[in-house]
Nanobody
Framework: QVQVVESGGGLVQAGGSLRLSCVAS????????MGWYRQAPGKQRDLVAS???????NYGDSVKGRFTVSRDNAKNTVYLQMNSLKPEDTAVYYC?????????WGQGTQVTVSS
């Protein structure tokens, strides 16, 4: 069982940067995988980036080379550094913790990129 809380969203101009944070209520090393997902209006929720308990990372094709997922184990926090933002990145960004066969979702944080 875990709770995750996202923060750091906001309004940014195209080409700018933003850093999202996801704080978990337990040791993130005990979580199989922490992931960032996003959902724009009228579209499905897609993977942005993920990191396993061992530190293995994975990225969605549209963000490779621009976004970086990292973690601070002492703070039970996972970060998503977003650079070279595009209007297409506008979405609600969700943090997801995967423990065994169960998924736990945060409430989301809005990211809006203006053109």
């Amino acid at each position: 069982q875990v709770q995750v809380v996202e923060s750091g969203g906001g309004l940014v101009q195209a080409g700018g940067s933003l850093r999202l944070s996801c704080v978990a209520s337990r040791n993130i090393l005990s979580i199989n995988e922490m992931g960032w997902y996003r959902q724009a209006p009228g579209k499905q929720r897609d993977l942005v980036a993920s990191i396993t308990g061992f530190g293995t990372t994975n990225y969605g094709d549209s963000v490779k080379g621009r976004f970086t997922v990292s973690r601070d184990n002492a703070k039970n926090t996972v970060y998503l550094q977003m650079n070279s933002l595009k209007p297409e990145d506008t979405a609600v960004y969700y943090c997801r913790a995967l423990i065994g066969y169960s998924a736990y979702w945060g409430q989301g944080t809005q990211v809006t990129v203006s053109s």
